[in-house]
């Protein structure tokens, strides 16, 4: 069983910063492809981010992209999303994912494994 655990969550000022964490126990880590997801009030979640397994590649959607920073370390078990000059249309709850198969993907169904999300929220 494989299970993933957020953390970094709160509220911050527009222009803040916010580090995302989620550590993945289960199995082995290293094989997965990583993701953020999130989801704003109303809306439908959203990729937002994903890590090859070996951190080599990258992949943002044009929302974020220049402001936020996936990565990983694979001996930690752990994936961060560094969010910088945060907007208020960035407040949703945040997802961490992992992808089990080759690839990766920026729909929901792409994924196998999800976290129970936290909360962002950025006031204007």
């Known amino acids: 069983q494989v299970q993933l655990v957020e953390s970094g969550g709160g509220l911050v000022q527009a222009g803040g910063s916010l580090r995302l964490s989620c550590a993945v126990s289960?199995?082995?880590?290293?094989?997965?492809?990583m993701g953020w997801f999130r989801r704003a009030p109303g809306k439908e979640r959203e990729f937002a981010a994903a890590?090859?397994?070996?951190?080599?590649?990258?992949y943002y959607a044009e929302s974020v992209k220049g402001r936020f920073t996936i990565s990983r370390d694979n001996a930690k078990n752990t994936v961060y999303l560094q969010m910088n000059s945060l907007k208020p249309e960035d407040t949703a709850v945040y997802y961490c994912a992992a992808r089990r198969r080759p690839g990766y993907g920026r729909t929901a169904v792409d994924y196998d494994y999800w976290g129970q999300g936290t909360q962002v929220t950025v006031s204007s």
């Open positions: 890590i090859s397994w070996s951190a080599g590649s990258t």
């Open positions: 289960g199995r082995t880590f290293s094989w997965y492809t």
